[in-house]
Structure formats: structure tokens, C-alpha cells
């Protein structure tokens, strides 16, 4: 039996006819940062609560620390840190009497974690009388962190913590998180984000409750499909809509201030394929800067999610 | 050009705090504007002035021609509002959303069932009419959500964090939603978190500690400042301190 800190076999999880979860399966080294990427109604929610015991699964199997989630779910509890989705700490307490408790809760006290969360805790210090309610939403981000890691978890679960917090925040937090990792602990962290991925050592992207690819972040590109271009010029819109009519297109997506266009014809030469789109565009959408790129995470996941129900209907 | 949006040195203060510290811009009919900022640089409190909801405390702003606080009830039925956290009535089904909100804006009978069938057949949403909206997936709630705000045809229309959360496709495919209304003259007032998606948008402001710190076209934006991107420029202006090391 693998003796790695977090190992997911075939876990199943229904909510009436909704299957949140189906069949995923994953496992994660110690001392790894680990992933899940994907948009909302994926089933990362779903998968953060069975393996904090909070949810029982309907099928397949997941150990925690070498504990299994059903069985040993007490003693599990002790030793994960879970900072859920939802803003959780009560907004009447002081920063300090939030961080108090929780370090109550597990038999243990803010000095003896302090070495732990001090890295963390010590932005927040200065505000330590003030009500959690009254925080802005990266303070609010580091207390629950902080309470999260305050009884020195073995593992560290984090369910969307940058969601709906600013791009400055969200870099902030994955240095935070950078830190954490250094120092020995290894995080199961899920985000919407497709930007946050290369953050992690390996992630798993996950769409409708079903694991699509688990890699290290730089070697997921390689997963795309077909040859990818990126396309720039003066009309976007003229461009998508000639792309799009293009009888060698596979797919035409914006992305920033340019187009990422992929091509069916995968044995031509990249450089042959530009020239052709960039001779095909000028006719109709003007001049154009056409070539070839190496897909991203985002490029990966649009392949691999396919079309997506709304688009099939 | 007609301006949708017309802010003269608009002010909010809290106390002894100034959440909005005398913003002045415009935006033409028909243009898609970003309206960008880390999280407390006053934008929240920025849209509720605009939309009518909030006095300001100096300053003045019309909105589709009507001021924000001698004519706050026209403002209303001149705009449409979406935003993340509210949209729609979960446990109403998706066709009794289109007919609440199309009373709501004072639509005939006639209106609301022409124009709600119009919306599901683009939508590709006819099957799922008598169903709960909570039933739906987060993308089709958030396509449905701007469909519902642009009902009654408004002159403007606000989207706050529009797709946060959603796929990236959907959020594609909600982008493409927003260009065909900018198409058809309505002028599109967006906030997002996504810094890809500003470049998507005509113009952009970004504002700082309750003040406007740069605006104008994403081009123009990254050639002034020398950056490759906008989330660059956005980190650079919101944090200088997290910027510097890195």
C-alpha cells in the first residue's frame, strides 16, 4: 500500500441524481503542493469534505496520513488543517480570540503553534483586537490560515482560498503557500484560477466531478491536441469570425489581447501552417501577426473539456 | 460621441474615510468599459453611486442621461445590473425569473413573452424553461443572469465579477454575449477579476486607494507604462510594494 500522505482511489460521490464526484482518483507526495483546478460545480468542494470526514463517500476509498476517511475519521480530524471555501471564522471574535479558540478546539495554544503561523500571523498582528468581521478580504484570507495551522497540521487542505480576492492578494497568498511547502507540509489547494496551476508541483485539472489530466504544470501543454497559433490584429472580432469560417479550424478562443487558434492539419510544418493562416486572414480580416506558440494550462483545459453542455444543446 | 457615463469628481465618504476620492470619467454609448481595482479600492462603492443606490458625498454623475441623485429612479429603469453573488431567484423556475423581472421593469404581457421566448431560443434554453434555476449550471445561470439585465433593453448595463467561477469556455462564450450587446449600442460597465478579460474591453480604468490611477484603452495602457500585460500593470499600480520583489 502506498504509504503517500493523501491517496484517492475511485472516489464516488451522488447528491441525488447530481454525480458530484465520479470515480476520481489521485494521490499526493509529502511535502507537495498539490492542485485542483477547475471551475465551479467541478467537484472540488465535494472532494475537500470527504477527506476531512465531513461527507461520506457512496464509493471508492481515500487515506489521509495512511488513515482511512470513514474508519479513522477522528483521528484524522487532529491532524488535518481546513480552511473551507466560505469565510468560517466568527466575525464577532477578535482576530486573536478566533485564532484562540480554534487552537483550543485542538488541545493546544496560540504560543505553541506560533512558530508555525508567525510567517503569517505577523501581518495580521497589528489589527490582532480588531473583529474578524471588520477585515478586508486578504486579512480575512491570512486569519483563516492561521487558524487552519495554528495545531500544526500534517496536511493542509485549502478549498479556493483566493476566489473573489484581487490579482496583488492572490499572488501574496501563493508565496504564503510557497513558504508553507518549504517547510515541510504538504497541500491538497483547489482554485478556478488556470493562471494558479503553474504555481503547484503538480496539479490535477477537473471538470463536472471527473478528473481530465494529473501532471506536473509544464509538461499538461503537451497534452493539447493540435498544432496552436497565436493570432494578433487590428480587428478582433473580424479575426474570430474568419478563423472561425477557416476549413482547417479546430478551435478559435480569445485569450488577453491576442487569438489562440489550432489547426487540424498536425503533420505540417508550424511555420507552413502560419504562413497559410496569415495569406488566408489577409483577404478577409486584414493584416495579421500569425505563430506558433506552446499551449498553456487554459489551452489544455478548453481541449480536453470539449464542448460544453450548453454548447452541445 | 454620446456619453453613457458622465463622472465629475464623484466622492463617498465614510466618516473619516474616503472610500471614493473625486473620480472624474466618461463612457461613450456603446462601449465596453472595465472597471478594475484590488479588492477595498473603493469600485463597489463606486457602482452603488452610480446605479442609484448610494448618495455620493461631493461630485455628480449622470448615468444614460439622468443624474444619480435627482433622477435616481430613472437611472434604475435606464440600466440593467447583474453581479456574481445575486442574479436570479434560485427556487422561481427560469421562465417565472423572465416574467418577475419583466414586471419588475414594467414590460406588457405581450413584451415579456415575446422577448422571454426570443432569449430562451438564443440561449438554447427552450427545454429548460419550467425548470428551478438552481437546477441549472453556474455558466447557463450567468449567460440567463445578463439576458434577464438587458430585458428591458436598458442603456447601460452593469456586470459585477460576471464570471467568476465559471469555465473557461462559458466565460468565452459570456464575453461574446457582451460584445453582441455592445453591438447593438447598449453600453457595456464591467468588473472582473480575470486581467485577461480586461484586455477584451474598449477601455479600462484601474483604481487605487479610492482614486483613478490609470485609464484608457489596454494598448495605450501597457505602451505608457512599458508592460507586456495588464496584469502587470495592475500589480504594479495596487501593490508597489508587492511589485518590487516580484
Known amino acids: 500500500m502506498s504509504d503517500a500522505p493523501l491517496v484517492v482511489e475511485g472516489l464516488t460521490k451522488r447528491f441525488g441524481e447530481n454525480v458530484a464526484l465520479d470515480e476520481v482518483s489521485l494521490e499526493v507526495k509529502p511535502a507537495e503542493l498539490f492542485g485542483l483546478v477547475g471551475p465551479d460545480g467541478g467537484g472540488k468542494t465535494t472532494l475537500f469534505r470527504i477527506l476531512t470526514t465531513l461527507v461520506l463517500p457512496d464509493a471508492g476509498s481515500a487515506r489521509v496520513l495512511g488513515l482511512d476517511v470513514v474508519r479513522d475519521m477522528w483521528a ?68 483563516a490560515l492561521c487558524c487552519a495551522l495554528v495545531h500544526r497540521p500534517d496536511i493542509l487542505f ?48 477537473i471538470q463536472l466531478g471527473r478528473v481530465l489530466a494529473i501532471d506536473v504544470p509544464s509538461a499538461l501543454g503537451a497534452r493539447f491536441p493540435t498544432p496552436l497559433f497565436s493570432v494578433r490584429g487590428r480587428d478582433r472580432q473580424a479575426l474570430i469570425r474568419a478563423l472561425r469560417e477557416y476549413e482547417h479550424a479546430v478551435s ?61 444543446a | 460621441m454620446t456619453l453613457a457615463i458622465d463622472v465629475h469628481e464623484l466622492t463617498r465618504r465614510f466618516g473619516s474615510f474616503t472610500a471614493v476620492d473625486a473620480i472624474t470619467f466618461d463612457v461613450n454609448e456603446g462601449e465596453v468599459f472595465g472597471f478594475l481595482g484590488a479588492n477595498g479600492a473603493g469600485k463597489t462603492t463606486a457602482i452603488k453611486m452610480l446605479i442609484g443606490l448610494l448618495a455620493p458625498s461631493a461630485g455628480s454623475a449622470t448615468v444614460a442621461g439622468c443624474d444619480v441623485v435627482r433622477e435616481s429612479d430613472a437611472v434604475r429603469r435606464r440600466i440593467g445590473y447583474m453581479s456574481q453573488r445575486f442574479s436570479l431567484y434560485e427556487d422561481l423556475t427560469v421562465r417565472e425569473n423572465i416574467t418577475l423581472y419583466g414586471g419588475i421593469y414594467g414590460l406588457s404581457n405581450e413584451a415579456i413573452r415575446d422577448r422571454g421566448d426570443g432569449m430562451l431560443a438564443a440561449l438554447h434554453l427552450e427545454k429548460m424553461a419550467k425548470e428551478r434555476v438552481a437546477a441549472l449550471p453556474l455558466g447557463w445561470k450567468q449567460k440567463l443572469a445578463f439576458s434577464v439585465a438587458l430585458l428591458h433593453e436598458p442603456a447601460v448595463v452593469f456586470l459585477d465579477e460576471p464570471t467568476g467561477g465559471v469555465d473557461p469556455i462559458t466565460r468565452r462564450q459570456f464575453w461574446e454575449m457582451i460584445y453582441a ?27 487605487v486607494d479610492g482614486r483613478i490611477a490609470a485609464m484608457g484603452t489596454p494598448q495605450q495602457l501597457k505602451e505608457e507604462h512599458d508592460v507586456a500585460t495588464l496584469d502587470e500593470l495592475f500589480v504594479r499600480l495596487a501593490r508597489p510594494s508587492a511589485a518590487a520583489h516580484g
Not at chain 1, 478566533?98 to 500571523?121: K, Q
Request: glycine residues 8%.
Open chain 1, 76 to 143: 484524522i480530524r487532529a491532524r488535518v488543517g481546513y480552511m473551507p471555501g466560505r469565510f468560517s471564522l466568527y466575525p464577532d471574535l477578535s482576530v486573536e480570540e478566533n485564532l484562540r479558540f480554534f487552537a483550543s478546539v485542538f488541545g493546544t495554544s496560540i504560543e505553541d503553534g506560533y512558530s508555525i503561523i508567525a510567517p503569517i500571523y505577523n501581518q495580521i498582528e497589528p489589527f490582532r483586537a480588531r473583529r474578524a468581521g471588520a477585515l478586508s478580504g486578504g486579512m480575512k484570507q491570512k486569519l
Open chain 1, 158 to 205: 485549502l478549498d479556493e482560498p483566493t476566489t473573489g480576492v484581487d490579482a496583488v492578494s492572490r499572488r501574496e497568498f501563493w508565496e504564503l503557500l510557497a513558504g508553507l511547502k518549504a517547510s515541510g507540509l504538504t497541500i491538497l489547494v483547489s482554485t478556478p484560477y488556470m493562471d494558479e496551476a503553474d504555481r503547484c508541483d503538480r496539479v490535477a485539472l
Open chain 1, 252 to 312: 478559435v478562443f480569445p485569450f488577453g489581447d491576442e487569438l489562440h487558434y489550432s489547426d487540424a492539419r498536425g503533420t505540417m510544418l508550424p511555420d507552413a501552417i502560419a504562413a497559410d493562416v496569415r495569406s488566408y486572414l489577409a483577404g478577409r480580416a486584414g493584416a495579421a501577426e500569425v505563430r506558433p506558440i506552446a499551449p498553456g494550462i487554459e489551452d489544455t483545459f478548453m481541449a480536453l473539456m470539449g464542448a460544453p453542455p450548453e454548447a452541445a
Open chain 2, 181 to 207: 450587446a455592445a453591438a447593438r449600442g447598449t453600453t457595456v460597465f464591467v468588473t472582473t477579476h480575470y486581467l485577461d478579460e480586461a484586455e477584451y474591453c474598449d477601455r479600462v480604468s484601474i483604481m
